[in-house]
């Protein structure tokens, strides 16, 4: 490239999307001084550079303008997938609350309901207890009036154990029930 350069023209650089810029010449028209036209060829050249970085530039910036619409497009659908998470998210929680305060309300019931059974067995209870003492009472009594009778017996003259004599085979003690 450096070959094809007229001697006292700059090189030019070339951008990498733009095609190379030819070389001016630096041979002007009769009618123009020498000076104003090899800077207006430079000026030419940096106006052309200039054009192919903005090109460029536009290029890349139109890239990442699609690319970010791309990625705000993605950001939306994740954002609305998230909010529809969050608000299956919450709709659970108020029905496992709901849930929670059925079982503790169940609870508190079963625990009333198991402290009135505890209280009617304990009173079924202490009922048995009492009835086992009168009956307890009521055996000793009988146990005391049979030995009462046997000891009546025995003065009256039955005494002896000859009881087979008064046609007596086995003694039943008959207590009248009350």
Same mark, same amino acid.
């Given at each position: +490239?450096?070959?094809?350069?007229?001697? %006292?023209?700059?090189?030019?650089?070339?951008?990498?999307?733009?095609?190379?810029?030819?070389?001016?010449?630096?041979?002007?028209?009769?009618?123009?001084?020498?000076?104003?036209?090899?800077? !207006?060829?430079?000026?030419?050249?940096?106006?052309?550079?200039?054009?192919?970085?903005?090109?460029?530039?536009?290029?890349?910036?139109?890239?990442?303008?699609? %690319?970010?619409?791309?990625?705000?497009?993605?950001?939306?659908?994740?954002?609305?997938?998230?909010?529809?998470?969050?608000?299956?998210?919450? !709709?659970?929680?108020?029905?496992?609350?709901?849930? !929670?305060?059925?079982?503790?309300?169940?609870?508190?019931?079963?625990?009333?309901? %198991?402290?009135?059974?505890?209280?009617?067995?304990?009173?079924?209870?202490?009922?048995?207890?009492?009835?086992?003492?009168?009956?307890?009472?009521?055996?000793?009594?009988?146990?005391?009036?049979?030995?009462?009778?046997?000891?009546?017996?025995?003065?009256?003259?039955?005494?002896? %154990?000859?009881?087979?004599?008064?046609?007596?085979?086995? +003694?039943?003690?008959?207590?009248?029930?009350?």
């Amino acid at each position: +490239m450096d070959a094809d350069v007229a001697p %006292g023209s700059l090189p030019v650089t070339p951008v990498p999307s733009c095609p190379p810029v030819a070389p001016v010449p630096t041979r002007c028209p009769p009618w123009q001084a020498q000076g104003s036209c090899g800077e !207006l060829a430079l000026a030419q050249r940096a106006a052309e550079s200039e054009e192919c970085r903005l090109r460029d530039a536009l290029a890349k910036t139109s890239d990442l303008a699609s %690319g970010l619409a791309r990625e705000k497009a993605e950001l939306c659908r994740r954002l609305e997938r998230l909010e529809r998470e969050r608000e299956r998210g919450r !709709l659970r929680t108020r029905e496992l609350l709901r849930e !929670l305060a059925q079982l503790r309300a169940r609870l508190e019931r079963g625990r009333r309901a %198991g402290i009135l059974e505890r209280q009617g067995l304990e009173r079924a209870r202490s009922a048995a207890l009492e009835g086992s003492r009168g009956v307890r009472a009521e055996l000793r009594a009988l146990r005391q009036e049979h030995l009462r009778l046997r000891q009546h017996l025995a003065q009256v003259g039955m005494g002896g %154990g000859d009881w087979e004599r008064w046609g007596v085979r086995e +003694m039943w003690l008959v207590i009248p029930v009350r």
